[in-house]
Nanobody, 124 residues
Framework: QVQLLESGGGLVQAGGSLRLSCVASGTIFSINAMAWYRQAPGNQRELVAAISSSSHTNYSDSVKGRFTISRDSAKNMVYLQMNSLKPEDTAVYYC??????????????????WGQGTQVTVSS
């Protein structure tokens, strides 16, 4: 079993930056893919970015060029650096992890493990 704990959310003005962190604990050797999703009120949960065990990355079009996903396998961490934030980035951000490489969980939207989420609010 794997537990994921997010941190780093908060309130920021438009144009500002935040860095989200997610630490994994438990049976971490089984993890390959990691990702960040978000869900705004009234919307479905959507993929923000994903990263493979070899650090290959995928981004949604809405965040390309503004957000950067990275991981530190030695520390069992995945990060999301968010720059040039917009009010439409406001959402609860969730960390996800899977034993498979990203293509499978991304394609089917099914991940093995989820964190509890951290709120990001961007004011205009």
């Amino acid at each position: 079993q794997v537990q994921l704990l997010e941190s780093g959310g908060g309130l920021v003005q438009a144009g500002g930056s935040l860095r989200l962190s997610c630490v994994a604990s438990g049976t971490i050797f089984s993890i390959n893919a990691m990702a960040w999703y978000r869900q705004a009120p009234g919307n479905q949960r959507e993929l923000v970015a994903a990263i493979s065990s070899s650090s290959h990355t995928n981004y949604s079009d809405s965040v390309k060029g503004r957000f950067t996903i990275s991981r530190d396998s030695a520390k069992n961490m995945v990060y999301l650096q968010m720059n040039s934030l917009k009010p439409e980035d406001t959402a609860v951000y969730y960390c996800a992890a899977d034993r498979r490489q990203p293509l499978v969980p991304i394609t089917f939207g099914i991940w093995d493990y989820w964190g509890q989420g951290t709120q990001v609010t961007v004011s205009s």
